[in-house]
């Protein structure tokens, strides 16, 4: 067994730096520090992360930190991030950068809202998909199996190794048992831009990777922006999130498998026209699992208050042809969509019953709701495909349903109608309703909190009245400002 001596930052900082110190763990480079000119002092230096990091590490603000291939948090530790730290991800052929948070150990990155943290390229002119990005790995539930062991989930994207280190989820050593309530760490004020790379194809890792991430975590306050592949990807678990930005993501927004069962309220996706995905390209991209069986636990992720526009201005528009829904619900999923807006998309709803157990059959048992919704400005507003279920089976009777009164949704025609300031100005987007006599009145004050599905509830802010992820007016109006980039 190999003995681990690695310096955390917080050592390596008080060390006088004449050129470039290599720290070593029985022969394996973990920590290059290069002398950013202060002279042999603990701040302004370039400090490069590599390999597998076996000790609780500090990363300072004053400091510039480099991620080199594949980084590992290892050994239950926890690395600490503080505000206004910037790390950024290189790429150097196949060598691409990620940062991965093994079971057991945290990542904990508080930034404020003038001093974010910021996970970035290294590059001089950043791209979509320069570095891979963050994948946090926990011991939370997940609905399939890898080698024989049901619970454990091998993480896509090419980040597993001998050691195990891109295993996330329960049923062997590490995690004999399934505990919803782990913590992987903290993000608050975070800013993940430029990543997402496809690894392997058809296996790519996603700018936030939650894979099998408990309840204990917290997540709030997150933006991605330029996704190579999804913003955001749940891999079962059941952490909660709020205030999250996609921002100008290539493939999914908020992607949801495996029996993801968490609940995110207040969420901003914006795209641009022009980007999209081959694999087709949605805000919200929902499976129990790849092949749609009914495993457990089932996905059955809430999410309210979110704002998603899509490439769309007008109903003239043309934009990328990837473009698909902005919610394709699929596979035997049954997550629940409240108190949000989806406008300008070419499909609005898009409920796919085409592969495994109908997904029909999830609106039926009420798994699967849809309320207080506003769809505006989409091409086709509700559409249904594959096996049909007793009640819904065709566009007419999914549209029956979701008009019904009882779930008090909105279909308008145009995305002007939904009355959002300036939502397709990319160089500046202001998303915010128009409040008052000059807003739309059920965006404004149509939402609610009094489905069945929320008895009980201590995670959402229910006394927010509005539609989306922002509020006309008042503290809610403003979350997603200053902290984040567009």
Same mark, same amino acid.
């Given at each position: 067994?190999?003995?681990?001596?690695?310096?955390?930052?917080? &050592?390596?900082?008080?060390?006088?730096?004449?050129?470039?110190?290599?720290?070593? $763990?029985?022969?394996?480079?973990?920590?290059?520090?290069?002398?950013?000119?202060?002279?042999?002092?603990?701040?302004?230096?370039?400090?490069?992360?590599?390999?597998?990091?076996?000790?609780?590490?500090?990363?300072?603000?004053?400091?510039?930190?480099?991620?080199?291939?594949?980084?590992?948090?290892?050994?239950?530790? $926890?690395?600490?991030?503080?505000?206004? $730290?910037?790390?950024?991800?290189?790429?150097?052929?196949?060598?691409?950068?990620?940062?991965?948070?093994?079971?057991?150990?945290?990542?904990?990155?508080?930034?404020?809202?003038?001093?974010?943290?910021?996970?970035? %390229?290294?590059?001089?002119?950043?791209?979509?998909?320069?570095?891979?990005?963050?994948?946090?790995?926990?011991?939370?539930?997940?609905?399939?199996?890898?080698?024989?062991?049901?619970?454990?989930?091998?993480?896509? +994207?090419?980040?597993?190794?001998?050691?195990?280190?891109?295993?996330?989820? %329960?049923?062997?050593?590490? &995690?004999?048992?399934?505990?919803?309530?782990?913590?992987?760490?903290?993000?608050?004020?975070?800013?993940?831009?430029?990543?997402?790379?496809?690894?392997?194809?058809?296996?790519?890792?996603?700018?936030?990777?939650?894979?099998?991430?408990?309840?204990?975590?917290? =997540?709030?306050?997150?933006?991605?922006?330029?996704?190579?592949?999804?913003?955001?990807?749940?891999?079962?678990?059941?952490?909660?999130?709020?205030?999250? =930005?996609?921002?100008?993501?290539?493939?999914?927004?908020?992607?949801?498998? @495996?029996?993801?069962?968490?609940?995110?309220?207040?969420?901003?996706?914006?795209?641009?026209?022009?980007?999209?995905?081959?694999?087709? %390209?949605?805000?919200?991209? %929902?499976?129990?699992?790849?092949?749609?069986?009914?495993?457990?636990?089932?996905?059955?992720?809430?999410?309210?208050?979110?704002?998603?526009? +899509?490439?769309?201005?007008?109903?003239?528009?043309?934009?990328?042809?990837?473009?698909?829904?902005?919610?394709?619900?699929?596979?035997?999923? +049954?997550?629940?969509?409240?108190?949000?807006?989806?406008?300008?998309?070419?499909?609005?709803?898009?409920?796919?019953?085409?592969?495994?157990?109908?997904?029909?059959?999830?609106?039926?048992?009420?798994?699967?709701?849809?309320?207080?919704?506003?769809? &505006?400005?989409?091409?086709?507003?509700?559409?249904?495909?594959?096996?049909?279920?007793?009640?819904?089976?065709?566009?007419?009777?999914?549209?029956?349903?979701?008009?019904?009164?009882?779930?008090?949704?909105?279909?308008?025609?145009?995305?002007?109608?939904?009355?959002?300031?300036?939502?397709?100005?990319?160089?500046?987007?202001?998303?915010?309703?128009?409040?008052?006599? @000059?807003?739309?009145?059920?965006?404004?004050?149509?939402?609610?909190?009094?489905?069945?599905?929320?008895?009980?509830?201590?995670?959402?802010?229910?006394?927010?009245?509005?539609?989306?992820?922002?509020?006309?007016?008042?503290?809610?109006?403003?979350?997603?400002?200053?902290?984040?980039?567009?």
């Amino acid at each position: 067994m190999k003995k681990y001596i690695l310096l955390s930052i917080t &050592a390596i900082s008080a060390l006088a730096i004449t050129s470039c110190r290599k720290i070593e $763990t029985d022969g394996e480079i973990q920590v290059v520090v290069v002398n950013g000119g202060g002279g042999g002092t603990p701040t302004g230096q370039t400090i490069t992360l590599q390999g597998r990091i076996n000790a609780d590490t500090v990363l300072r603000k004053a400091n510039t930190y480099i991620l080199k291939g594949l980084v590992y948090m290892v050994g239950n530790h $926890t690395m600490t991030v503080e505000a206004g $730290t910037t790390v950024k991800g290189s790429f150097s052929g196949s060598d691409v950068a990620a940062l991965i948070i093994t079971r057991g150990s945290k990542l904990v990155a508080i930034g404020t809202p003038t001093e974010p943290v910021v996970f970035t %390229s290294a590059s001089p002119n950043p791209q979509s998909g320069d570095w891979g990005g963050i994948v946090l790995c926990g011991k939370a539930g997940y609905n399939l199996s890898y080698n024989g062991i049901n619970g454990l989930f091998q993480v896509e +994207g090419g980040i597993d190794n001998a050691n195990g280190d891109g295993l996330a989820g %329960s049923g062997d050593a590490v &995690a004999p048992t399934v505990v919803d309530n782990d913590n992987s760490g903290t993000l608050q004020y975070v800013r993940i831009e430029y990543a997402g790379y496809a690894y392997q194809p058809d296996k790519e890792i996603n700018s936030l990777t939650l894979a099998c991430v408990g309840s204990g975590t917290t =997540i709030d306050h997150v933006q991605t922006i330029y996704a190579k592949d999804d913003a955001f990807e749940w891999f079962g678990g059941s952490v909660n999130c709020k205030y999250l =930005i996609a921002y100008k993501t290539q493939d999914d927004d908020f992607d949801t498998d @495996n029996g993801f069962s968490g609940k995110v309220q207040f969420g901003l996706i914006i795209r641009d026209s022009l980007i999209a995905d081959i694999s087709k %390209s949605e805000a919200f991209e %929902s499976d129990n699992n790849a092949t749609g069986t009914t495993g457990t636990p089932k996905t059955k992720a809430i999410f309210s208050n979110i704002t998603a526009i +899509g490439p769309k201005a007008t109903l003239a528009n043309t934009g990328n042809s990837l473009f698909l829904a902005g919610a394709q619900i699929r596979r035997n999923s +049954g997550i629940s969509i409240f108190n949000s807006i989806i406008v300008g998309w070419p499909l609005g709803i898009y409920i796919d019953a085409t592969t495994g157990t109908s997904t029909a059959l999830n609106i039926e048992d009420s798994t699967l709701r849809l309320r207080n919704v506003t769809l &505006a400005g989409n091409a086709v507003n509700l559409k249904f495909a594959g096996t049909t279920g007793a009640t819904i089976n065709s566009d007419a009777t999914l549209t029956t349903w979701f008009t019904n009164s009882f779930y008090n949704n909105d279909v308008l025609a145009n995305v002007s109608d939904a009355k959002l300031i300036q939502p397709y100005n990319y160089a500046a987007p202001d998303p915010t309703p128009f409040a008052g006599a @000059n807003g739309n009145l059920k965006i404004n004050s149509g939402g609610d909190f009094l489905d069945a599905k929320f008895t009980g509830d201590t995670f959402f802010d229910k006394t927010v009245t509005f539609r989306g992820g922002i509020a006309p007016a008042g503290v809610l109006a403003s979350w997603w400002k200053g902290w984040s980039r567009f």
